[in-house]
């Protein structure tokens, strides 16, 4: 190791030999700046322990170590300006080794995780990579239901404006995660819980509160975010959306309500926010040290610390503070590993030593942990009712400022204090302080989670106290239903301060990193701007110094850093010392006289009182000169030995060849003999063997010529008939076509004959016309026309006067036509509608005969089935006499087999006795199972019994004055109101309403009669869905009931739908009671509002009736269907098929119709 460059694997080495040699506990302290390494580096240390301290192979506990990394990376590590996977907590692994020096387990604890950044992240930073991998893996269908989108769409997620991470593929490690997370046994339902709280935290993270009236504030009734938050933890969404505006104030007699402003609320929500992140997280560290642990019993350990780095920002606040304070513990635990114990131990041994000064830490640490330190009079200032940050820093500028010298107070600010740290000057702003350090969750929200359906969500916030107390014991305590008030008890144990915490798990880390042997790695930062193959050498000596390797590098020169005692080192290097030089009785001069003849040079090395001290690299020297000596040792005892073995093994050779030579001679002359006669029978098999070999390729030639001839004559003949279908088919088109083209021929010479005579006779009337014209001009032709227009004036006027009497005669005509038109017209329609029917009846004879030739085919398949049936019966009777045969024979082996168990009874004695104890043992494993279902059933039990008192106390600011503190006697329990309101009878309450009407008139309705009720109509609801269980299967079995049972199962189907419709009878009297009791009890008739308890109530009231009614009248439905299927079916079946109904529902029909009708009537 130390002739090589410093590696990971080279002080992993070093510490496990130490264990294994020594048998003295290890621990690994990796330090340095954040983003130097720290992680990655524990990382391959822990792969190193898995490696040499695991089996040949791999087994499943060292995969369980390494799978650890991979989920704390994902719910522990972000994004910072510093480092892309900064560690936002501190862990300490103990990998545990057993006697054979191999890992059995393992053991984390974890320190201070960051919980503001879940609801805070600067700018270029992010929140946990779990958010991030969640919503990069949101199309998954298991997370369907999580209504998850990108980071940007979410509060918590998108603060720092950058979500992504150069090479990082957010879904690949969610696959990662979730592997690891399987391997470690968490099932797959606990890990879908696991996310889907974790979905939770990113909508609650939307919750927008804004201001109301006055100093109150509300949430919109529409906000989505709320809805999703409240169903991914299973609780009630109008009990968070009160609780978030409001807060109990618990004093000595009495309870109040105050409500919250917009601020104190928005603060409330992230505090929530923040402590179900811590609390999921610690379930799941919980979860990885169950499956790490190991039933063997721990020889030893390696411890691996993991731990923040020293931080300062532009801003420090109080997680800086206390991550720099637990640097300044590993500092001083380096300090005195290399310092302090070094000087103290040459001053005890009393060798010649120069003291050299180093820096020393500790006022440093007493400052902020000594008595009226820092966190002292952080916890006294939280403590105080009106304690402040601006009181706290006054306090620590009173008491420290000129004081003590790492204590500094800036010019500029009466907000903020230095401290001079031994890596630097840290400036703390003091915002926040008490806050965080209060870390105050309110106790409603609390008990709200408390009440969730899930389990694992109850279990998160379950008190621990009790929670062990119920593992202890097996069994549960029985509590009052709501108790007095709680005297702090449900907050006390949120009361012990993060600072006192913090340190509380300091002092038991430095404990363990006392007991143990450490060895340090520091990681060195090569620069500040996450930039790959660029180092500054200025940063890292500033790292350097900072982390005391230089101090270490200039004492470790000066000093002595190896020692031995003298009898180990006589032990260790006895083969350097010669038989004269050894002394027995004075180990001192024995190793003197080995080291004067070993080291020439005196200054290398010291004598001390028990111990030899050397110095740097003198060890590794006498290592080399040791193992030189036993290489040469060894050489010359393996020189002797080898020739001795060598002659040996000569003389055996020399025998077995002559023994091998005899055999080998005789073995070789039968072989030959062998041979000759395998070969003369080898011949006579080949010329056989190849005889029916050609005779079977002939015949398979043969046949494949055969059938290649007759496939290709079938083609040849395929082939012509399909070119003469061809040709006929071209003669038909080439007829059809010709005849086409002779048509088409003839028409246009037709139309061509046509159009000539148009032209010739246009011709020749044209000349008559000329001709006609010239005639109309002359003397005579114009007498002749007069003559001719008096007689047909004449004429016309005759015909004028019989035209009339034409005209008034058709009149009469058209009369008598239009009453002839319509008795035309109504006949049409008769005859319409007769071609119509006529059309029906043909298709109706058509169905007729379908349907005939379907019951002629399903009477032909009935007769096969009977033949079958026929060919079955035989077969069954011929399978009969062989299981006979068959028992007769297994008969006979019985009786063989009954006297071999008589024969193997006093064997069996022993086997039978372990047999009973593996039984007792399963008895007990079942108790113990029994046991475990005990405890869930009493966690089931708290978890109603607190889901009931967030429910009363919902009910007492429902039913107190608005815009006031709401005030509720303490000392009165809901098991009295209940007890009381379950004793009183509604004809009681009746009798004596008239007494007590003045008093009801000033009071309020009763909580715990409401309460009363309420459980009367959740269990009336549960009724109500037993009987709409029944009639559903009532329903789906009595189709099966007609189908096969006749008129006999329609009578009992009849008597369960009367016996239906008097439990509903009964249903509808109770609930008629149950009015009587609340319109005794409540005046809905003033101008009093109702409470919304009361509206909900008589809202489902009303829906409840409703379904009663509608219940009522689907049962009347279809029980006169049914009569009237069971009926018609009956009818039918004895008609045509000889009363055998089965036969008409072969393939079920009437149930699927059935079903059908009933989809139907429930539509309607």
């Given amino acids: 190791m130390g002739a090589m460059d410093p590696h990971i694997f080279a002080v992993a080495e070093e510490a496990f030999k130490q264990m294994t040699r020594f048998d003295q506990n290890q621990s690994l302290i990796v330090s340095g700046e954040s983003g130097a390494g720290k992680t990655v580096s524990a990382k391959y240390a822990m792969r190193y322990f898995a490696m040499v301290g695991g089996?040949?192979?791999?087994?499943?506990?060292?995969?369980?170590?390494?799978?650890?990394?991979?989920?704390?990376?994902?719910?522990?590590?972000?994004?910072?300006?510093?480092?892309?996977?900064?560690?936002?907590?501190?862990?300490?692994?103990?990998?545990?080794?057993?006697?054979?020096?191999?890992?059995?387990?393992?053991?984390?604890?974890?320190?201070?995780?960051?919980?503001?950044?879940?609801?805070?992240?600067?700018?270029?930073?992010?929140?946990?990579?779990?958010?991030?991998?969640?919503?990069?893996?949101?199309?998954?269908?298991?997370f369907k239901n999580f209504n998850l989108g990108d980071a940007d769409d979410f509060f918590y997620t998108s603060q720092g404006q950058n979500p992504t991470i150069n090479g990082v593929d957010d879904a690949e490690e969610l696959t990662m995660t979730r592997e690891a997370l399987s391997l470690l046994g968490i099932s797959k339902k606990d890990q879908l819980m696991v996310f889907q709280i974790l979905a939770a935290i990113l909508h609650f993270g939307n919750v927008k509160i804004r201001e109301s009236?006055?100093?109150?504030?509300?949430?919109?009734?529409?906000?989505?975010?709320?809805?999703?938050?409240?169903?991914?933890?299973?609780?009630?969404?109008?009990?968070?959306?009160?609780?978030?505006?409001?807060?109990?104030?618990?004093?000595?007699?009495?309870?109040?309500?105050?409500?919250?402003?917009?601020?104190?609320?928005?603060?409330?929500?992230?505090?929530?926010?923040?402590?179900?992140?811590?609390?999921?997280?610690?379930?799941?560290?919980?979860?990885?040290?169950?499956?790490?642990?190991?039933?063997?019993?721990?020889?030893?350990?390696?411890?691996?610390?993991?731990?923040?780095g020293f931080e300062t920002f532009e801003i420090n606040s109080f997680e800086q503070f206390c991550i720099n304070y637990a640097n300044e513990k590993l500092q001083q635990i380096f300090n005195m590993h290399v310092f302090k114990l070094e000087q103290e131990e040459y001053v005890r041994e009393e060798i010649v030593w120069s003291f050299i000064d180093f820096y020393d830490n500790q006022p440093c640490i007493d400052l902020i942990e000594?008595?009226?330190?820092?966190?002292?009079?952080?916890?006294?200032?939280?403590?105080?009712?009106?304690?402040?940050?601006?009181?706290?820093?006054?306090?620590?500028?009173?008491?420290?400022?000129?004081?003590?010298?790492?204590?500094?107070?800036?010019?500029?600010?009466?907000?903020?204090?230095?401290?001079?740290?031994?890596?630097?000057?840290?400036?703390?702003?003091?915002?926040?302080?008490?806050?965080k350090n209060r870390d105050t969750v309110l106790e409603d929200h609390v008990n709200i989670l408390k009440a969730s359906e899930f389990e694992l969500v109850a279990e998160l916030f379950a008190d621990p106290a009790e929670t062990d107390k119920r593992t202890r014991s097996g069994s549960a305590t029985v509590h009052a239903l709501r108790q007095g008030p709680k005297s702090g008890g449900g907050s006390k144990q949120h009361r012990k301060s993060v600072g006192n915490q913090f340190r509380d798990s300091l002092f038991l880390l430095m404990e363990t990193l006392n007991a143990t042997a450490p060895h340090y790695i520091r990681c060195i930062k090569p620069n500040d701007d996450k930039d790959a193959f660029t180092f500054e050498p200025k940063r890292a000596v500033e790292q350097l110094r900072a982390c005391g390797v230089l101090e270490t590098i200039r004492i470790s020169a000066a000093g002595y850093p190896s020692r031995w005692t003298y009898s180990e080192f006589f032990q260790r290097y006895r083969v350097?010392?010669?038989?004269?030089?050894?002394?027995?009785?004075?180990?001192?001069?024995?190793?003197?006289?080995?080291?004067?003849?070993?080291?020439?040079?005196?200054?290398?090395?010291?004598?001390?009182?028990?111990?030899?001290?050397?110095?740097?690299?003198?060890?590794?020297?006498?290592?080399?000169?040791?193992?030189?000596?036993?290489?040469?040792?060894?050489?010359?005892?393996?020189?002797?030995?080898?020739?001795?073995?060598?002659?040996?093994?000569?003389?055996?050779?020399?025998?077995?060849?002559?023994?091998?030579?005899?055999?080998?001679?005789?073995?070789?002359?039968?072989?030959?003999?062998?041979?000759?006669?395998?070969?003369?029978?080898?011949?006579?098999?080949?010329?056989?063997?190849?005889?029916?070999?050609?005779?079977?390729?002939?015949?398979?030639?043969?046949?494949?010529?055969?059938?290649?001839?007759?496939?290709?004559?079938?083609?040849?003949?395929?082939?012509?008939?399909?070119r003469k279908l061809q040709e006929h088919k071209t003669i038909v088109i080439q007829k059809y076509t010709r005849s086409w083209l002779a048509r088409k021929r003839f028409h246009r010479i037709i139309r061509g004959i046509v159009l000539f005579q148009s032209h010739f006779r246009r011709k020749q009337a044209k000349k008559e016309f000329k001709k006609l014209k010239i005639?109309?001009?002359?003397?005579?032709?114009?007498?002749?026309?007069?003559?001719?227009?008096?007689?047909?004036?004449?004429?016309?006027?005759?015909?004028?006067?019989?035209?009339?009497?034409?005209?008034?005669?058709?009149?009469?005509k058209e009369i008598v036509i239009t009453e002839l038109r319509t008795k035309v017209e109504k006949l049409k329609d008769s005859s319409a509608r007769s071609e119509k029917s006529t059309n029906r009846i043909h298709e109706l004879e058509q169905e007729i005969q379908v349907l005939r030739a379907s019951l002629a085919k399903e009477q032909t398949e009935k007769k096969d089935l009977i033949s079958e049936k026929e060919l079955l019966a035989k077969e069954y009777e011929k399978n009969m006499n062989k299981m006979n045969t068959e028992k007769s024979k297994m008969k006979e082996e019985l009786d063989k087999a009954n006297q071999f168990i008589k024969e193997e009874e006093n064997k069996m004695a022993a086997t039978i006795k372990e047999k009973v104890e593996a039984a007792n043992k399963l008895l007990i494993a079942e108790f113990e199972s029994e046991?475990?279902?005990?405890?869930?059933?009493?966690?089931?039990?708290?978890?109603?019994?607190?889901?009931?008192?967030?429910?009363?106390?919902?009910?007492?600011?429902?039913?107190?004055?608005?815009?006031?503190?709401?005030r509720t006697p303490s000392d009165i329990s809901a098991i009295s109101l209940e007890s009381f309101t379950s004793s009183v009878s509604p004809d009681e309450k009746?009798?004596?309403?008239?007494?007590?009407?003045?008093?009801?008139?000033?009071?309020?309705?009763?909580?715990?009669?409401?309460?009363?009720?309420?459980?009367?109509?959740?269990?009336?609801?549960?009724?109500?869905?037993?009987?709409?269980?029944?009639?559903?299967?009532?329903?789906?079995?009595?189709?099966?009931?007609?189908?096969?049972?006749?008129?006999?199962?329609?009578?009992?189907?009849?008597?369960?739908?009367?016996?239906?419709?008097?439990?509903?009878?009964?249903?509808?009297?109770?609930?008629?009671?149950?009015?009587?009791?609340?319109?005794?009890?409540?005046?809905?008739?003033?101008n009093?509002?109702?409470?919304?308890?009361?509206?909900?109530?008589?809202?489902?009231?009303?829906?409840?009736?409703?379904?009663?009614?509608?219940?009522r009248e689907e049962c009347l439905q279809l029980r006169a269907l049914l009569a009237e299927r069971s009926i018609s079916q009956h009818a039918i079946a004895k008609e045509s098929y000889g009363g055998a109904g089965t036969i008409m529902n072969e393939d079920d029909e009437l149930s699927m119709a059935y079903k059908t009708q009933k989809e139907l009537i429930g539509k309607t």
């Avoid at 003397?779 to 005759?798: A, F, P």
Wanted: aromatic fraction near 8%.
């Fill in 990 to 1086: 009746k009798e004596d309403g008239e007494e007590d009407a003045e008093k009801e008139e000033e009071e309020n309705v009763d909580v715990g009669l409401v309460l009363k009720l309420q459980n009367r109509v959740s269990g009336l609801e549960r009724e109500k869905e037993q009987l709409s269980k029944r009639l559903e299967t009532f329903e789906d079995e009595s189709p099966q009931h007609i189908s096969s049972g006749g008129l006999s199962d329609s009578a009992f189907d009849a008597l369960k739908m009367q016996e239906l419709e008097n439990e509903n009878d009964k249903l509808k009297r109770e609930v008629g009671k149950l009015m009587k009791t609340i319109a005794d009890t409540t005046d809905f008739g003033t």
């Fill in 775 to 812: 005639e109309a001009k002359s003397v005579e032709h114009i007498k002749n026309v007069n003559k001719g227009l008096e007689n047909k004036i004449i004429e016309l006027q005759q015909r004028l006067d019989v035209k009339t009497q034409e005209v008034n005669h058709n009149k009469d």
């Fill in 370 to 435: 000594s008595k009226l330190g820092i966190l002292d009079l952080l916890d006294e200032e939280c403590k105080m009712p009106k304690g402040s940050d601006a009181n706290w820093c006054q306090k620590l500028y009173t008491k420290h400022l000129g004081k003590a010298n790492h204590f500094e107070k800036p010019r500029m600010s009466n907000m903020a204090f230095v401290i001079h740290h031994f890596a630097d000057h840290v400036l703390y702003q003091a915002d926040g302080f008490l806050e």
């Fill in 576 to 722: 350097l010392a010669k038989s004269k030089d050894i002394h027995r009785k004075d180990m001192k001069k024995t190793c003197d006289n080995v080291l004067c003849k070993v080291i020439r040079d005196e200054d290398k090395y010291r004598f001390g009182k028990t111990k030899i001290f050397f110095r740097a690299g003198q060890v590794a020297y006498l290592e080399k000169l040791r193992s030189d000596k036993l290489r040469a040792c060894g050489v010359m005892i393996q020189k002797h030995v080898r020739g001795w073995l060598a002659r040996s093994r000569y003389q055996k050779l020399y025998k077995s060849a002559m023994l091998i030579q005899r055999y080998g001679r005789g073995m070789l002359a039968r072989r030959l003999a062998v041979f000759y006669r395998q070969t003369k029978s080898a011949t006579r098999i080949q010329k056989t063997w190849r005889g029916f070999k050609a005779r079977k390729h002939f015949c398979r030639e043969k046949r494949a010529a055969i059938i290649i001839q007759s496939n290709i004559r079938g083609w040849a003949g395929r082939r012509c008939f399909r």
């Fill in 55 to 142: 089996s040949q192979t791999e087994t499943q506990v060292e995969r369980k170590v390494l799978a650890s990394n991979p989920i704390m990376e994902a719910i522990g590590n972000a994004k910072t300006t510093r480092n892309d996977n900064s560690s936002r907590f501190g862990k300490y692994i103990a990998i545990s080794f057993s006697k054979q020096n191999e890992i059995i387990g393992a053991n984390m604890r974890t320190y201070l995780l960051e919980k503001s950044r879940v609801v805070f992240q600067a700018s270029d930073e992010r929140n946990y990579h779990v958010f991030y991998q969640i919503c990069a893996s949101s199309n998954i269908p298991e």
């Fill in 1088 to 1111: 009093e509002e109702v409470t919304p308890a009361g509206k909900e109530f008589m809202d489902q009231f009303q829906a409840m009736s409703d379904e009663l009614e509608r219940r």
């Fill in 213 to 308: 009236d006055g100093e109150t504030c509300e949430i919109p009734s529409k906000d989505k975010n709320l809805t999703n938050v409240c169903k991914l933890l299973g609780i009630e969404e109008s009990q968070m959306r009160m609780w978030l505006c409001h807060r109990k104030i618990t004093t000595v007699n009495e309870v109040l309500t105050k409500p919250l402003t917009a601020n104190q609320a928005s603060f409330a929500q992230d505090a929530l926010a923040k402590h179900i992140y811590s609390c999921l997280f610690d379930w799941i560290v919980k979860q990885i040290n169950k499956a790490l642990k190991s039933s063997i019993k721990q020889h030893k350990f390696i411890g691996v610390l993991d731990i923040y």
């Fill in 931 to 966: 046991r475990a279902h005990h405890q869930k059933l009493v966690r089931e039990k708290e978890r109603l019994q607190q889901r009931l008192e967030n429910l009363h106390g919902e009910m007492q600011v429902l039913t107190s004055p608005q815009n006031e503190h709401k």
